[in-house]
């Protein structure tokens, strides 16, 4: 199973930035996934996650900013990240969530400053 992301990048307080994460390797449309972010000296948190039928849930601090998506037929999950703030300064990973375990992509870096 391999995840790549990509998208990450500088971007300015107030502006918004598309993050993907594309898979191989599994049936994609019969996992959920999970989007985590680790910022620096932090631990690595579950920001949100999209059932396989798409119904995504969020944590209250991106909730309203941020918007998880994903296409079957690509194999690809997105985040959708907008009124980005100092503090979402992180490096944010997909995760395909099966059971008892992840699989994880090496993550990508989003820095919000101006």
């Known amino acids: 199973v391999q995840l790549v992301e990509s998208g990450g990048g500088l971007v300015q307080p107030g502006g918004s930035l598309n993050v993907s994460c594309a898979v191989s390797?599994?049936?994609?449309?019969?996992?959920?996934m999970g989007w985590y972010r680790q910022a620096p000296g932090k631990q690595r948190n579950l920001i949100g996650s999209?059932?396989?039928?798409?119904?995504?849930t969020y944590i209250d601090v991106v909730k309203g900013r941020f918007t998880i998506s994903r296409d079957n037929s690509k194999a690809t999950v997105y985040l959708h990240m907008n009124n980005l703030k100092p503090e979402d300064t992180a490096v944010y990973y997909c995760?395909?969530?099966?059971?008892?375990?992840?699989?994880w992509g090496r993550g990508t870096l989003v820095t919000v400053s101006s």
């Open positions: 390797g599994i049936i994609f449309s019969l996992y959920p």
């Open positions: 995760a395909l969530m099966d059971v008892g375990t992840n699989y």
């Open positions: 999209i059932t396989s039928t798409g119904l995504a």
